[in-house]
């Protein structure tokens, strides 16, 4: 069946038109569907930043504090963030590690934080006294 092709008068363009340009970013999950082996921790970040809060990383230095998003502080113990990549460093959830965590300014002393790491060495009830809500990577870590 051959259709009948539309002109620029028979549609009422007035003109304009345009285009968007994205830059890509690093991928994140391998064909599996898992987080890939040696993934930045910009992407990292910027991924999980987006996927919690639907709005882009807005950050300018590298921190594991990403930011803060109705009164909620997402910090990413990830890939050293903290100069450590031990077991016991930066990227497993201790009261050490908690200590030094850098606070936002929007942050109150004990404000609602979503903290993402290896794993933590806090028992549940130290995180709920902290108000902090621990999600474990890679399995915390969704796609959508």
């Known amino acids: 069946m051959i259709r ?11 003109g304009g038109s ?3 340009f994205y830059r890509l970013g690093e991928v994140i999950f391998n064909e ?5 082996e040696g993934i930045s921790f910009d992407a990292l970040a910027s991924h999980i930043w987006y996927g919690d809060t639907r709005q882009s990383l807005q950050q300018s230095a590298k921190s594991p ?4 998003h109705n009164g909620v502080a997402y910090y ?6 903290l100069g450590d990549k031990r077991p016991n460093g930066g990227n497993v959830l201790t009261s050490k590690v908690l200590s030094i965590l850098p606070l936002h300014p929007e942050d109150p002393e004990n404000g609602k ?6 794993t933590s060495r806090m ?5 709920k006294s902290e ?5 474990q990577i890679p399995y915390d870590v969704k796609g959508r």
């Open 4 to 14: 009948d092709i539309k002109t620029i008068e028979d549609v009422n363009w007035a």
């Open 18 to 20: 345009g285009f968007k």
């Open 32 to 36: 599996n569907g898992s987080l890939r």
């Open 65 to 68: 504090l990403l930011g803060v």
């Open 76 to 81: 990413l113990l990830y890939n050293g963030i």
């Open 113 to 118: 934080k979503v903290i993402y790491g290896e």
């Open 123 to 127: 028992g549940e009830a130290r995180l």
């Open 131 to 135: 108000n902090i809500i621990f999600k």
